[in-house]
């Protein structure tokens, strides 16, 4: 039995044949250079490194009556700060990505490190109750005294950062993170370097 197919079917099954071609050559659900990048803005959550820094408080209050100590008051205290450090990826322009789909490589320069927030609460102290005591009369830390305390640990933690080396650890991450993310992309090739402004 021979099979026989009419003018209009057989164009019908060359369009058809046409058509799949065409899907399987130009579908191509990898993604292009302007939405890699806004998928990279969009990991940028993802990419901080949280710090707690430690900042112990020693104080002494002496009142003095004619030329002689009447009173000391010790305090001690453990306080802290929280920072959160990263990269500003809304920072990222499309010059600082170059994107080869075809070999399924990225280089991506990335802003440098930044300090993104800074939190600290004088009220968040643990007080040292072995070195916090009173001798004589009078002369004991009143509600402003224990502000200016809190106030200049806050300052020295803050003028601390720049000697605590966070940069390194921050680039770690941040490399870690964002290879992971752009494998799960489908990139085989990824190079990144970080800005040094």
Known sequence: MRLTMSIPQLQLHKLLVCLIIFCLCGCDNRPNKSEVINKIKNASKLSTTQFIISKYIFAQKKKKFLFITSSKDYFAAHTYAVIEAGIDFAKITKGDIDVNILEKSISIKLPKVEVLSFSYSPTNYTKLERFSFH????????????????????????ESLEFINIKPQVEKNTRTLLESYLQNLDFRAIYITFSNN
């Open 135 to 158: 001798k004589g009369i009078g002369g004991k830390f009143n509600v402003s005294d224990y502000d200016e305390l809190f106030r200049n640990a806050q300052l020295e933690i803050q």
